[in-house]
């Protein structure tokens, strides 16, 4: 534990717990292709649950935020869920890396006085829309895609080709080893069976599966990847006042922190850079928003596209030196229910279902109101951090009174 | 003038002239498909410019705000400026509409300490992406908006088919003539004359020509429709402390509101449903957010994708009763320099470009530093209002000390 990088965290942060989630909702999880409804009436039906959860009306909501790779916008939800008063709508530029990101614009729109209730959601419909495990299809829209340009003739085409080229230089640079990625598929293949939510309950695997499964982009085999799913999920988002007279537990949210991805030791050898997550920067930021270290972090849902990812996460976020967390994962710390962090508890993209990493903030609050199927015993502080990408960040919840 | 209507604006808003618009700039305008560089370098062009403006660099950055249909997504376009700490990044869901809820956004994003120094832009280039002005060319893109399955079999394909239904109904209501239409357009196009950034610079028109111009989507002729452009704008916003040194006159954001367009006399006769723009409740909100009611607003950038737009503006926001922005118009009232209200002093989408009415605010900009080439004398409050749409609302600017 490097607790001594978070030197500030005596300054505060002025939204600190003030504002809470107070309910979460999601529709059923599918593989792609396989939702029984379009992707836009998936994310009513998960807007409308959070609300029930909380306790709420459509009548209360006042914001919406989405990501900005979604499909159903929240002008178009607005009108058909038929609220009257939005006065605040937000997109966080991009996919995964917003999974967190929505809910830190909450709090920039319920702060700013401009919203009292907001709901953040995610609906994805991989059979719907393009899958984004396939390259694009369209050769206009390939076109289009200033980066594709670049690294389509390199073979680069898809998520899995991009996030492959750090896990192997992490191998390099530290000996990490294909085995240990393995270790993050089981551990959360594991809590899935726990799950019944998850796509991949009652489909547990060994690390013997993993390793023996098919090679999609060296060093990621099939079980490194997440999945294509169907499904979508909300929270709901208000004021800590208020949140006290919802009927869950309240979870606060004790700190919110994105920015640019951010990669060091350029000078030193060996160097991290292109194998880490770059966010070591918003992880110092978020613990000194939280007023809290990495020690104090009780359980943690870690964007988990690629299982590599996970590992560099746990780097930047301060639960391993950097290069440590290969034998970190292989020790068990993140098996639950034994391990020092218990890891993606509901299963994550890996093995619950991919709605972009929204489903980590859902599991964050289950964990903060004890309700996990695999629940960290009194854990009161709950790390969710987004996907790997140019800007990212992450939340820390609070079980709070 | 119907003042009020605007009973609590003594209650004020945290907000009110606490955040200042301190830089503008913007590329060559050009018509769709003429500009000498792709969109995303549009995009670059416009931020540095208004930075420039400013007197401020890309180091001072650390926000960004775009439209939700913003192709020069805000994350790329930090990695292109080379950013380091991007601490907000936020898109305003829609197009038109967004105009001035992405001023807005930088609001919120400022107001909860996220950033401070925020840049806002809009960067179109008609002749790289898909045309407003033509239906979707793509059959698979046709079958996934919703909404063109309901109202492609009714021939409403583009802007113009949609926006035309509510101008008719105007006019069925309350008499407004197409030649009324025309002395909006006459005002825009007289305007460009005095502005050498506008594409209609050199190309005045009559009423007559007005009249005399195709039909495109009855009753909207040639002359009573916007350009499609190709450009770029963007405007920098920071503290109100910051903006006292910087180069220029001091220009406050007053008030600042938007939300759900609502329609109002669903039980009254002569019912002005869809013959209005549905943004009085925001205005109202506007006006006691700023704590000024329409009879102080010197000078107004109303969005003119379509004349009859500008017609509904003048009557959502109080200028106006209820029909009777035709006469209002047709006096003059309207015109530089010797109406009461001059409108789109620097062309508008109608002459100046179309840049999805974010010129709009620069020009009010303009307007408060006493810069325009249709300069309003003493102008001290410039309203800007954003499209017509199911989420949209406005600006009040402020001459500031």
């Not at 299809?137 to 998520?159: H, I, K």
């Not at 930021?285 to 988990?304: F, K, T, W």
Request: with cysteine; glycine share 12%.
């Amino acid at each position: 534990m490097t607790d001594t990088i978070y030197p500030s965290r005596e300054a505060g942060w002025p939204l600190r717990d003030r504002f809470a989630i107070v309910g979460i909702g999601e529709t059923e999880y599918t593989g792609a292709g396989r939702a029984s409804q379009p992707e836009f009436s998936l994310a009513c039906e998960a807007v409308s649950k959070a609300l029930d959860d909380a306790g709420l009306g459509l009548a209360d909501v006042d914001g919406l935020c989405a990501y900005g790779y979604e499909h159903s916008d929240p002008l178009t939800l607005a009108q058909a869920l038929g609220l009257e008063h939005l006065s605040y709508a937000a997109q966080y530029p991009g996919g995964g890396n917003a999974a967190t990101g929505i809910v830190h614009h909450a709090l920039a729109g319920l702060a700013a006085g401009e919203a009292e209730v907001v709901v953040c959601y995610r609906s994805i419909c991989q059979g719907q829309y393009g899958r984004y495990g396939q390259s694009l299809q369209d050769p206009v829209e390939q076109a289009q895609s200033e980066w594709r340009n670049f690294a389509g003739p390199f073979g680069m085409f898809t998520a899995a080709h991009m996030y492959a080229l750090s896990a192997r230089r992490h191998m390099a640079l530290y000996g990490t080893t294909s085995a240990q990625f393995g270790r993050v598929a089981v551990a959360s293949y594991d809590n899935a069976q726990r799950n019944p939510r998850a796509v991949m309950h009652g489909r547990p695997i060994t690390l013997a599966d993993h390793q023996a499964s098919r090679m999609i982009a060296d060093p990621y085999r099939l079980y490194d990847c997440c999945q294509e799913s169907d499904g979508a999920a909300a929270v709901v988002v208000t004021g800590i006042e208020r949140a006290r007279s919802c009927p869950h537990q309240v979870v606060s949210i004790a700190g919110a922190a994105h920015g640019m991805a951010r990669f060091h030791g350029v000078d030193i050898r060996p160097q991290p850079l292109w194998a880490e997550g770059g966010l070591a920067d918003s992880a110092t930021e978020l613990y000194r928003r939280a007023g809290i270290g990495p020690h104090e972090v009780d359980v943690a849902q870690l964007y988990d596209a690629f299982t590599g990812n996970v590992i560099m996460h746990l780097e930047d976020f301060g639960f391993c030196e950097r290069g440590e967390a290969g034998p970190f994962v292989e020790s068990g710390a993140i098996d639950w229910p034994h391990g020092s962090l218990p890891v993606n508890t509901a299963g994550g993209n890996l093995a619950e279902a991919y709605i972009h990493g929204f489903g980590h903030v859902l599991e964050a609050v289950r964990q903060m109101r004890g309700t996990s199927t695999s629940q960290v015993a009194d854990a009161e502080h709950g790390l969710v951090v987004s996907a790997i990408g140019p800007y990212s960040g992450g939340l820390i919840l609070r079980r709070s009174c």
